[in-house]
């Protein structure tokens, strides 16, 4: 296991639609997608909902307010077609932090809090932490109190 902080960030929408539709829909290749109905990889079950997924394009190391900058980045290259895209499948940036080291904080600027409104997006964090149990995680979830 490394001994570093990994994060990173994408943006995703589910739903029932095929993913290269959506890749022609608006211009830009996903790094992951998947189709309702396929099965899932190392097991029998089937996927039950479509997923289009854009990750950050940098290295894990990075700060996570960077992943969501270069991910917003790239939505940029097709303001409208990926506005209309998150309104229409409930557009999410997800946020994944691997915190080995520490908990660093996380401060959105204002610039990202627009940026992140311009696409109506929603904004999802898993966040994990080394547990007491060698080689274990926990999770924790950032939720309103």
Known sequence: MSATNESYAYFTITGSFDPDAIRKRVGVPPTES???????RGTQKRRKFSRWSLYSRLERSAELEKHIADVLDQLDK????????????GGTMELVGYFRVYYPGIVFEREIVERLAEYSLSIDCDFYFPSSVE???????????
């Open 34 to 40: 998947s189709s309702e109905g396929e099965v899932i």
């Open 78 to 89: 097709n303001k409208n077609g990926f506005r209309e895209l998150s309104l229409e499948y």
């Open 135 to 145: 080689d274990g995680w926990s999770a924790a979830a950032v939720k309103p109190e």
